[in-house]
């Protein structure tokens, strides 16, 4: 071993401090910047050289038995060290690092996140009495935390007796209380205090946390030991009441809406009740130096997560995209017919929406005749869109587009069944398995009302739109919309062009759409807006009861609609004319308004143009614009329904091979239901 310590040493001379180097820089009288930023050379040099081959010990301890033998061999040396390490721990707020690390000052997650940014951003300094904020420069790397929990019994008894400090228990009984008030503090907010079950509440936990605490502390400091086992026993009791208390604000959320901000603070306070317990375990442990020892390796680990802005939004917000994806459930399912009765409410339906965009696609034309400057065309576009959306919203008539993004998270849903059918099932799953036919019906019965909300609006843009071109040709010597609109009609659509790139862009927005219009049902049910619609005594003065309480219910049902539907109408007008302002050539192609636009052409340019090349090239791009526009926004809205659920699609390849029976074996049920 020594041969090999030896080696790796000679090989890392040079290219860092050496360890000579550093034991003669030593001073525990320089000024504490210089102190501490000794401290951090010295760790670099404990973890130096990842290059090295792997050894059953790490690196990182091996080099630290090498320096506590070199100050065993040189009291010279050890002296000042020791010195320097007391120093450390005397003149910091040790509390800080165990009561503040890990934890964000602000009550709201985008606070938190902007102060991980400004740690990832801005620099630390070593001159700082923040343990806390010294504790990032010191174990700065990744692996730290490994190699400290692969340290030695014996090593860590020489190590300890470096630091030899009689009253080391006083900054864990500081952090004890400070993690206390905050934890109580926290709970007293009115956000969280409504929310609890008050049954939970009746015992006061969190009032009676406060004495437990300071039970605990003042045994310890007596030494009354078999008293600190019972105090610490109430205490541990008194934090699962807490966090069970806490933990009953998810129930309410789930009820009420979600708030990303609460979840965050739900969360802090969860955290700091776990930390009072792993810094009652160090205190009360037979051997502290080891409890002490992964108290500091689970910091570096929590140190290493505070600069990272992706876990704190994937954690917060995964909740938050499982309600929206619930409320986009429940309207999804409205999209999904299993019968012929609903196919046929479907077809009728779609061609409804039809006929609306018939005339939607005449006032496209008519805004882009006015020659607005570019963000006012694409503002009033975008409105002529909402319009038309809100109206077939109205009517309960539909869109064909908008079916994906809705009836992905029922999709999910319905997996989500599936896995939990599956996880509770024993033995090997049957064949055919109900579970997976099931599921495969639902494809079925999703792919036949996409293809039926499609051909519903087709059916119908297209004849009402070439027929209002020949009567206005008829009663006015001239079409509504000219020739030199159709060539440009000719020209944008065709599937040479760009037309497949604009087409998937569409569908991210229709994703989009369905997202913005989760977010807003979301945060009109947090705030209970209904409720207020329906009760505020100022509505009902105005509107009196019944009408106030019709409302009421015409909003709860419907703000999710008019949500979808104006956000999609302005996302389909601007984000163009916003893609252009910074250079990307951006457009989109909705398979519906491509059409009625397509059908407006032959009206202009009449039959003559079936005989084009140009003609059928637009026409061959319809059917992928749609199938683009479907499959983009859809797969986008199953992936984010499924990771919010957390779930794996473990059983991929049997859903697969179902898939592929049902089309061999009734192929003409993606198409059309079955009789009965």
Known sequence: MASQQHRWLSLSRGKTWDLTALLNAVDPHAPRAERHLWLVRLMEWLRHDNSLPDTVTPVGVLRLRHFLNVLERNPSYRAPVAALLQRLVRETEVAALFADLGFSARRELWGDLMERLRMMVLPDTPDSTDLAQLFSLFFSDGADAQWL??????????????????DWHQPFFEAITYLVSAIRAAAFLPTLRRRMDGVLLAERPFEELVRASEALVEDLEAGDWDAADDSRRWLDDLLADCREAAASVHGHLEAYGISVDLMFELEQLRQRTLRIEALTDAVLAKKPERALLNLVADLVEVAQRRRSLRAPLSEHYALLARKIAERSAASGEHYITRTRAEYGAMLRSAAGGGVVIAGTTFMK?????LGLPAFWAGFWAGMNYAGSFVLIHLLHWTVATKQPAMTAPAMAAKLGELSQERAAA???PPHPDPAVEGFIDEVTHLIRSQIAGIVGNLMLVAPVVLGVQLLAR????????????????LHSLTLLGPTLIFAAFTGVLLFISSLIAGWVENWFVWHR???AIAWNPR?????????????????????SGLAANVSLGLLLGVVPVLGTFFGLPIEVR?????????????GAMGTELLYTPEFWWCMAAIPFTGALNLLVSFTLAFRVALRSRGLLLQDRGRLYAALRQRLRQAPGSFLVPPAG
């Open 539 to 559: 509505f009902v003065a105005v509107l009196g009861t019944s009408r106030a309480q019709r409302w009421s219910r015409w909003w709860r049902d419907n703000i």
């Open 149 to 166: 929990r692969a340290i030695d019994d014996q090593t860590l008894q020489r190590l300890a007796q470096l630091f030899h400090d009689p």
């Open 529 to 531: 807006l209904d409720s």
């Open 590 to 602: 909705h398979v519906t308004l491509s059409t009625g636009q397509l059908a407006a052409a032959l």
């Open 474 to 489: 008829w009663l006015l010597n001239a079409p509504l919309v000219g020739v030199h609109d159709a060539e440009h009609v």
């Open 426 to 428: 024993t033995g090997p």
């Open 365 to 369: 034309f008519l805004v882009l005749a």
